[in-house]
């Protein structure tokens, strides 16, 4: 297994169904794709910590340009590909960039100096064995914020997803239900049509 296929193996790929019966207000829209791209952003720094954690000896210039090139991509890692009509569905994906950035790393540092480092060995052979959760914990933390965000009875929403192994694609995939069942908004151009004549 190469270091590009650990990239392959940590992606996510995403379905945001926001399912409603007549309307749905944009902010709600907007506001829920914000909230999940903390979400991704914040497992992704929680798993360098981790890896940070676990391995000892990673240069201190290495841990710094990880740091700075996961922040240079901190609102760019929630990739939307499609919307389709009907309930509104978001389709995408959630790119690794932790593994992303760790590889190519590693693979920069493969010259003279730094060559055969410890380190390096430790950080492949972790990225090779460990199973990622990134779905799991991707949902759980989006879960949290639209909690804190929302008040599901009074914004009339239910939140559910479900997450599933993709072998098409190797990765895994996650699905994010957002039921909006709210009634009391402002009426449609063509129910404003019916009661101004």
């Known amino acids: ?106 693979k920069e540092s493969l010259k003279p100096g730094l060559r055969n480092a410890d380190w390096q060995e430790k950080i492949i052979a972790y990225l090779k064995k460990s199973e990622s959760n990134r779905a799991k914990v991707i949902a759980d933390r989006f879960a949290e914020k639209t909690e804190k965000a929302f008040d599901y009875e009074r914004d009339e929403l239910i939140f559910r997803y479900e997450i599933a192994d993709d072998t098409l694609r190797d990765g895994t995939l996650l699905t994010l239900y957002i039921y909006f069942y709210g009634t009391d908004l402002p009426p449609n151009e063509y129910e404003v049509s019916l009661t101004s004549k």
């Open 1 to 106: 297994m190469s270091v590009n296929d650990l990239t392959l193996k940590r992606n996510v790929f995403l379905k945001v169904k926001f399912k409603f019966s007549d309307r749905l207000p944009a902010r709600l829209v907007g506001e829920m794709l914000a909230l999940l791209e903390e979400s991704v952003f914040e497992s992704d720094m929680a798993e360098l910590e981790y890896i940070e954690s676990e391995i000892a000896g990673i240069p201190i210039f290495i841990r710094d340009a990880v740091h700075q090139r996961i922040q240079h991509y901190k609102d760019k890692n929630l990739l939307l590909k499609k919307a389709k009509e009907g309930s509104i569905v978001f389709t995408g994906s959630i790119p690794s960039v932790v593994v992303w950035v760790l590889s190519r790393i590693v």
